[in-house]
């Protein structure tokens, strides 16, 4: 993470926030605050049961309040898949195309 130029965060919705591996991890990634970090932007994709884009809200939130500690890094994009609760429920939707176009300029 710290040489990353970009960093890309993964995760399925919790009870409306981040899972806890993912919590772990920023939390165990406090001592980059004070480092020579080079990444800049940051993009969230997110997948939950629920289709409404609100359900990701309290994700965006709990990562925000770690990019905040960054001052030359902001969240660039999230993109969420919604309806997703079984194995290969995600093939074909539209977040994956989203995820793909957003992956060719970050
Ligand atoms: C413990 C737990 C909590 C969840 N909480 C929510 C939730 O608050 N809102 C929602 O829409 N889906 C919720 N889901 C559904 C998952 O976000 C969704 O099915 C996701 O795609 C599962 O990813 P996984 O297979 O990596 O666990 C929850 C699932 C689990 C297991």
Known sequence: ???ADVI???TPVYCYGMCGQMKTMLDRSNPLISAP???????????AAEEETHTVDGTVTGLQGWIDC???A???ETV???GVTSVG???GHPAL???????KHC
């Open 1 to 3: 993470m710290l040489t």
């Open 89 to 91: 429920d995600i093939q």
């Open 97 to 103: 195309n989203q995820a793909y176009e957003m992956g």
């Open 8 to 10: 890309v965060f993964a």
């Open 74 to 76: 902001q969240l660039a």
């Open 37 to 47: 970090y080079r990444f800049r932007d940051i993009y969230l994709l997110a997948t």
């Open 70 to 72: 960054f001052e030359q």
């Open 80 to 82: 969420f898949a919604g």
